[in-house]
């Protein structure tokens, strides 16, 4: 089992950036796709950028051009650099397993999330 801590989060303005780290356990990491997912009060939980094991990214829409995510397989690290935020990216962040099948198996769990809040 792979778990994740996720940690960078806070309050921010609009127009500002913030880094998320997320670090996590388990020799599996390095294998699979990761991803940032968020989830804002009353809401699902949405992926919002993807990376796969050979670095390949994706990103939905609404967060194209403004999040970066990349990962580091030594530190078994995912981050995600958010640049430009805007209120509507106000949400905890969660990192784990693009994969919901391997989720859903339980070969991940998920974490706490950070709390990003960008307000003015």
């Known amino acids: 089992q792979v778990q994740f801590a996720e940690s960078g989060g806070g309050l921010v303005q609009p127009g500002g950036s913030l880094r998320l780290s997320c670090a996590a356990s388990g020799s599996i990491f390095s294998n699979y796709a990761m991803g940032w997912y968020r989830q804002a009060p009353g809401k699902q939980r949405d992926l919002v950028a993807a990376?796969?094991?050979?670095?390949?990214?994706n990103y939905v829409d609404s967060v194209k051009g403004r999040f970066t995510i990349s990962r580091d397989n030594t530190k078994k690290m995912v981050y995600l650099q958010m640049n430009s935020l805007k209120p509507e990216d106000t949400a905890v962040y969660y990192c784990n397993l693009q994969d919901s099948f391997a989720r859903a198996t339980g070969l991940s769990s998920w974490g706490r999330g950070t709390q990003v809040t960008v307000s003015s």
């Open positions: 990376i796969s094991s050979l670095h390949n990214t």
